[in-house]
């Protein structure tokens, strides 16, 4: 049983290495909030918020997230006893959706109880791989740039690389890195820049040999995407548009897409990141787990995901050197051989690097249990 006594938030912000651009945002610096929950016999866990300073991507932001958590979801955590991270999906059932705040929490929770039971993360979610394999993300930015990043990190030896379009930015620069990478696992993600009357730009990229096009449609559609699947070889990727268990279910059977993209704070947590790779495990769905240019306690969730069975493509966890100087848990997270290894330590598996912490942090409050 874990009796909570103390949460603390730390608001904090460090400055990408290169900026991050995709079809509807320039992210340059990232806050983001981190959360240390302690209980009754003295174990912390840490959790990460992933919500953006603006609500670009969700409808979350750091702001809200820090409100929702401050002003409900911490006050339920102090009345209540927890057995498990799971017991948040009934606790938190009142509060609608704000699935970053809840997953900030969450994951918080996961570690402080992984960490008492003297279990890495990876296990103690079910976790069996000892390594994932890492892909990476290049933003938009002139081709023969773009090109360039992606031979750097090709001879990092990344397995996997996406790269960012919106219409008018497509076919030519696809056909370009194709050109220079015949062979290279190349997926695009479109951040929900299309309409349905630009399948056509779509249907143009399927000569390509594309892994998938993650969400070209609107960032709530499951409706068209199941039309354009349809027309499409290429298979279609859910990311923004799987917010909950119910959401993926349900997109499965219209056939709106052949993949998702499991991110743990878009969809509320682990728990139900969980749930939702078992029915995709149960359908023949592959699931790979997405980023949100995160900090380390973040990444090493994902990494914990990804250590699950069905996550069978290599998907968004690259090493902490592609965003930061310096990340705010150690060790930095590194890619070998394209291959990022899972943990074994209790918990996340990585520790704070406090002074790195204390010198990105802005604001930091201890949320007061009544
Ligand atoms: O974390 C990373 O390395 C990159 C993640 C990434 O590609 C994204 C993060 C957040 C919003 C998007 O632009 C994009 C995505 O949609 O997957
Ligand atoms: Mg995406």
Redesign the pocket.
Known sequence: MMQITKITLYLVEQTLKTP?I????R?EERESILIKIKDAEGFEGWGEVVA?SSP??TEETVKTCWHIIEDFLAPILYRNTIEHPSDTIDLFKGIKRNQMAKSGVETALWDLYSKRNGMSLARAIGGTRTRIASG??V?ISEVNEMINTIDKYVNEGYKRI?I?IKPGNDYHIVKSIRDRFPDLPLMV?A?SSYSLEQIDSLKALDSFGLMMI??PLESDDIVDHAKVQKHLHTPICL??SIVTYEDARKAIELGSCKII?I?VGRVGGLTEAIRIQNLCKENNIPVWC?????MGVSRAVNIALASLDHFSIPG???ASA??WEEDITVPEVKVVDGYIDVPEKPGIGFDLNMKRLKAVTKYKKEILSN
């Open positions: 991050f995709s079809s509807l945002e992210v953006f670009w991507y990476v993300v933003g996406k960012k993600d951040n993650e969400q990311d923004e993209n991110k997405g980023g949100m240019l995160e968004d966890v690259s592609r965003y």
